[in-house]
């Protein structure tokens, strides 16, 4: 089981309409794709996300020179000392390194990990509210309306980045629309203070399928977290760019979340994910992963999701719901995996349990050119 090659594949895919949040406007969808082959012939894939031009040259000149003849079984080892180099290529590794291991022993990711527990799992469509058209409230909500057509239950939108009146403006015209049909998260992210965070809690009350307001403050400001966690009536969320699990532990230990929110992509490897999902039950809190970022990261988010302990005893809530990006996106349809009315049956082949379309993913390589 020694690393024998490893392919790399940056993917850039340009929006024709670029959508956003209160972090601006995305132009351009990217990820960067990563094979190991050992010497037997035994394959994994792994995916991450950063500045493509970074992770060609981080690849190039120190990664693969590094792990070519290292052993699989290495696994722990070798994703710790990349952790310390670049967490996100960590993660990438650490993803290959798994279904290697996985397929080795010829069994599924989650039969690996100690067996399934959950065969599906629930998504929540998740949007980037905004464009720069000057009817972006319209054009959010013929977009959530399309996609509840599909059967999604629950769907997350954008606040934050306009003036709050906008955004409540946003959110009233949305409940009005579908509020009776779906949960509704609302992100903010990091983009409040308390002050202006607890101006919703008037609609808030007005309200019963809000299913939590996400990352209303910036994440470092755990006692606001704390006042503001006391003050609504709906849950908060958060944590998608934490990178430790100590980081978690620290907003558990405080009492800051009802839900965190880690990411494959953003953590030191599989480890500090799955590390990170347990802490939830260990202190009665909820995990919804957050994944917005990546196809094959949710689908190791829903791995670790259908490998977790339940949250709850409450019938059809024994487990938390994961990000589905419903943006316009191809990079979605490179692995054939589709909710079905909000739900995600796990692939339980052995190794991941689904192909990746590499004929497809050749129409997106990056070719080195300017992102736009
Ligand atoms: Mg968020």
């Not at 967490?87 to 010829?106: D, F, V």
């Not at 970022?293 to 409450?314: E, H, I, N, P, V």
Request: with cysteine; hydrophobic share 40%; proline share 5%.
């Amino acid at each position: 089981m020694i690393i024998e090659k490893i392919d790399t594949y940056p993917l850039l895919y340009r929006l024709k309409n670029p959508y956003g949040d209160a972090n601006g406007y995305k132009k351009y969808r990217s990820c960067f794709m990563i094979r190991i082959t050992t010497a037997s012939g035994i394959e994994g894939w792994g995916e991450c996300i950063d500045w493509l031009p970074t992770l060609v040259d981080g690849f190039k000149h120190r990664l693969i020179p590094y792990l070519i003849g290292k052993k699989v079984t290495s696994h722990t080892q070798l994703v710790t000392t990349i952790g310390k180099w670049h967490q996100r290529s960590a993660a990438a590794i650490s993803m290959a390194l798994t279904e290697i291991l996985a397929k080795q022993s010829k069994l599924s990711v989650c039969e690996w990990w100690g067996g399934i527990l959950h065969h599906h799992i629930p998504v929540y469509a998740s949007f980037q509210s905004y464009t720069d058209q000057e009817k972006w409230i319209n054009h959010s909500l013929d977009l959530v309306e399309g996609v509840i057509h599909e059967g999604y239950p629950m769907v997350k939108v954008k606040v934050g980045g306009k003036k709050l009146q906008e955004d409540q403006a946003h959110i009233q015209a949305l409940q009005a629309r579908i509020g009776h049909q779906v949960g509704i998260a609302i992100d903010a992210n990091q983009s409040y203070d308390v002050a202006t965070a607890v101006q919703w809690e008037r609609q808030f009350q007005n309200w019963s399928n809000i299913l939590w307001l996400e990352e209303p403050l910036p994440m470092d400001h755990l006692s606001d977290y704390k006042t503001l966690r006391s003050t609504l009536s709906v849950p908060l969320a958060g944590g998608e760019n934490l990178i430790k699990p100590i980081q978690f532990l620290t907003l558990l230990a405080d009492g800051a979340l009802d839900i965190i929110q880690p990411d494959v992509m953003h953590m030191a490897g599989l480890g500090a994910f799955r590390d990170t999902a347990k802490l939830s039950r260990y202190y009665g809190i909820r995990c919804s992963p957050h994944c917005f970022d990546g196809f094959l990261s949710r689908l190791y988010a829903l791995f670790t999701q259908a490998t977790l302990g339940q949250w709850s005893k409450m019938e059809g809530e024994n487990i938390e719901p994961i990000e589905w990006d419903v943006m316009d996106n191809p990079f979605t349809t490179l692995i054939p995996l589709r909710p079905q009315n909000g739900v995600v049956t796990i692939p339980e082949g052995i190794g991941i349990g689904v192909e990746i379309d590499q004929e497809k993913m050749k129409a997106y390589l990056w070719d080195g050119s300017r992102y736009w």
